[in-house]
């Protein structure tokens, strides 16, 4: 055992140190300058700028939106809501009473704008990462009368904007991405209905 | 349920059983040592590695060096990461300006990524700095998976060899499976994460203000080339808190899909390069079936329960199967399939909280883990795990119908049979001893975010979870405390090294035993009769342990959900 334990030394060390450097600093520095090269704008977080070329945010990434005039985002346990900085669920149990209590608010907000059916469940649960930056397809059409109605615009349009930013996948749900939607909504009604969006 | 909901897992497991030989065939060139067309370019690397740490390929070990070399080596990657993390606050790399990591928190993490565990007791964006990630880190996804393998091919060559003390040399197998296999695979992988969305920059935080007005911070970092090896090694661990939920770890449906083959597709070429090892590819497919009923039966129990939905949601007019802690991308069917591949093969990364899963949805993850993690399993790990079930379904099935009890060619004796419950019985001893200690002592108590029975299965969960090293976690457990980062990090050690020890020196012992053919009074060990019994053993031992628990825990928590009761 003790030949074992010496003729391991050398390698051990060594060997650490090799792969350290190989895995740990040439392949992820190697990998960033392919992906910087290649894919610049994925790699630096798909960020989305307006027109002025402010950053408004990441298409990957979602952001709280809680205005009646957006369609609103899925309740969020990330810090505050939608911190980038601190993702994560609300790790609440199924049969949990502080699951019932932030639940049963949010669902008579929306009985209050007058949703009449069951509410879509994604609308009304918080995501795996608090940072989810789309909606399920019920979720946001549940939403388009109110947004008609603060807008001014005839519901039929948002409800074909929804159609339009729909994304099918054979692999996952279908989903709309939330950013994208309210973006489109802004140029809507701006070009429609000026002077109609109340603040 | 939906159709597209099935045809997602059918699609995934098709595709999965059109790897198995061409992964298999690959591996199988890396067991023998041959040469493949990467030698051109990583060959002088591998030359290289040799001289510097004055190793000969060719010199052949028994199982007691390749033993002491491989923990040997484990050990030091080990301190190497403890010292990093201790270090970061001095060390570049770090844009956010973060501060050394804790005492027992660096203990826990260095372990938890040795053992090829990835728990993780930190959020990894508040934190780990971008060179602890890589060079802390995304080290022991390779090496922890690599040696993984090495292990498996330690075994492979005792059921193959005939009279001989050697089973192979531990540097060159964990050399060249790194180099051959994990690093190309991992830059194809990475390049396609960073194309659909995965940020791969040294960069750290960037300031927006949203469409709304407030100020959101987005944290990038060097993301997609952790992503690539943390599946593809079945190590698990996040960049992020919330893992492959994550926008920026998952973006699409896609990556999804590809991070799920990537957590099972070595696992499943090993089950064949076994075959072919021992000189009958049946032996493999007859492991591997074995491996897709448990699977199949864990994905469809956990989909139709998260379809199913919450019934104390219901009754408030919410309509839907279970989105709480999902994501909309994935929805349900892709997310309760995740959640069962990350569990079958000891990987442990998530897509969902697997804590906000219904009480039944739940289980299945924690009882996949249960099982030892033989079901596909981690890399290496889940094929050294499943042959030790083997050794014992002949050994009671050489009991049951008076035969010698045999296996591809080795007779199965009683120091091989001990050694192997040996191994086995590590796992209920350990996860069921933890559990109870911290579910009566206050530092335990204190640790779940739930009341009630499900606060009893954050428990059960965390501790399983580390014992299988999986890594995944009930995540409302606070789990960085000094107790529970010291005790998990025990769990996670002897669960690793304590199944590889026993498990080598069977290698060593079958080794220097003498080929038996196989004869009319052998036991097939191919077929439906086979199968059933592996199914059967896998289910009894794994399955009987842990039912008490399983009852305290996520039965007694789907009897109240489905009441209505509340905790």
């Known amino acids: 055992m003790g030949k074992d334990f010496s003729s391991a030394l050398r390698p051990a060390i060594v060997m650490t140190i090799l792969f350290a450097v190989l895995l740990g600093l040439v392949y992820p520095l190697a990998m960033t300058g392919i992906g910087q090269t290649l894919f610049p704008a994925q790699a630096n977080g798909s960020l989305v700028r307006d027109a002025r070329g402010t950053v408004v945010g990441s298409s990957v990434l979602g952001q709280a939106f809680t205005a009646d005039r957006y369609f609103q985002t899925r309740p969020s346990a990330a810090g505050k809501g939608y911190d980038g900085l601190a993702s994560s669920g609300s790790n609440l149990g199924p049969a949990s009473q502080a699951l019932v209590d932030r639940v049963k608010p949010d669902v008579a907000k929306r009985r209050a704008e007058g949703v009449p059916g069951p509410v879509p469940v994604d609308l009304v649960t918080a995501s795996g990462s608090g940072l989810d930056p789309d909606l399920s397809p019920a979720a946001a059409l549940t939403q388009a009368p109110r947004i008609a109605r603060v807008r001014g615009v005839p519901v039929d349009r948002v409800r074909t904007l929804v159609a339009d930013a729909t994304q099918a ?13 309210n973006r489109a909504l802004d140029t809507l009604s701006g070009a429609s209905t000026a002077g109609a969006r109340p603040r | 349920m939906t159709f597209q909901g099935w045809f997602l897992i059918l699609a995934f497991i098709g595709i999965l059983l059109a790897l198995a030989k061409p992964v298999g065939l690959w591996l199988f060139a890396l067991y023998e040592g041959r040469r493949t067309p990467l030698h051109i370019v990583l060959g002088p690397v591998e030359r290289g590695f040799y001289a510097l740490s004055g190793i000969d390929p060719n010199e052949e070990q028994g199982w007691r060096r390749y033993a002491v070399h491989m923990l040997l080596f484990n050990a030091i990657l080990m301190a190497f990461t403890y010292a990093v993390l201790r270090l970061q606050g001095v060390l570049p790399g770090n844009p956010q300006g973060l501060a050394g990591v804790g005492e027992h928190l660096s203990f826990n993490t260095a372990i938890s990524f040795t053992a090829n565990t990835n728990w993780q007791s930190y959020g990894g964006e508040s934190t780990m700095s971008n060179l602890s990630q890589m060079l802390g ?52 992988l990475t390049i396609f994460y960073i194309a659909s969305g995965v940020p791969q920059t040294l960069a750290g935080v960037v300031e927006v203000q949203t469409l709304e007005g407030a100020r959101q911070s987005i944290l990038l970092g060097p993301v997609a080339s952790q992503e690539a090896i943390k599946m593809l090694g079945t190590n698990g661990g996040g960049f992020f808190n919330a893992n492959s939920a994550h926008p920026f770890e998952n973006p699409t449906a896609l ?35 074995a491996m897709m009923i448990l ?25 839907g199967g279970n989105m709480e802690g999902k994501e909309v991308r994935f929805g349900i069917a892709a997310s309760a399939l995740f959640s069962v591949v990350t569990t079958a093969a000891s990987c442990g990364a998530v897509n969902a909280m697997h804590d906000s899963f219904t009480a039944l949805g739940g289980m299945i993850p924690l009882f996949n883990m249960q099982l030892g993690e033989v079901v596909i399993g981690g890399v290496g790990a889940g094929i050294y795990g499943f042959l030790l079930f083997a050794v014992l379904a002949v050994f009671v099935a050489g009991l049951m119908v008076g035969r010698t009890p045999e296996y591809v060619g080795k007779k199965i004796e009683a120091r091989e049979v001990k050694l192997a419950v040996l191994a086995i019985a590590v796992l209920p001893l350990t996860i069921l001893g933890f559990t109870a200690l911290s579910s009566v002592v206050g530092q335990g108590l204190a640790g779940p975010l739930n009341k009630g029975p499900h606060g009893f299965s954050e428990i059960l969960y965390a501790f399983t979870s580390a014992v299988a090293n999986n890594g995944s976690a009930f995540a409302g457990l606070t789990a960085n405390t000094p107790y529970y980062n010291g005790l998990l990090g025990v769990a996670m050690w002897i669960g690793r090294f304590f199944i590889i020890v026993p498990m080598l020196a069977i290698a060593g012992s079958l080794a220097a035993k003498k080929y038996t053919p196989e004869s009319a009074g052998s036991f097939p060990t191919t077929g439906g009769l086979w199968v059933g019994l592996l199914v059967g053993i896998i289910l009894i031992l794994g399955g009987l342990t842990f039912l008490p628990s399983l009852a305290l825990g996520p039965i007694a928590d789907h009897l109240m959900m489905i009441r209505g009761q509340l905790s």
């Open chain 2, 295 to 319: 699977f199949l039966a864990g994905t469809t129990a956990t989909y139709w329960a998260e379809a199913a939905g919450n019934p104390v949601l219901h009754s408030l007019g919410v309509a």
């Open chain 2, 137 to 188: 880190l995304t080290i022991h996804n390779f090496l922890s998976a690599a040696t993984g393998i090495a292990l498996a091919f330690a075994l492979f060559r005792g059921f193959a060899r005939r009279e001989t003390k050697a089973i192979g040399n531990f540097w060159a197998d964990m050399t060249r499976i790194t180099l051959y296999l994990l690093l190309p695979l991992c830059v194809a």
């Open chain 2, 255 to 289: 990556t999804n899909f590809i991070q799920m083959l990537s957590i099972f597709v070595i696992g499943v070429g090993l089950t064949w390069t076994f075959g072919k090892a021992v000189g009958n590819t049946r032996q493999g497919w007859a492991i591997l079936s």
């Open chain 1, 169 to 181: 996948s054979i692999l996952g749900d279908a989903h709309v991405n939330v950013l994208a939607l």
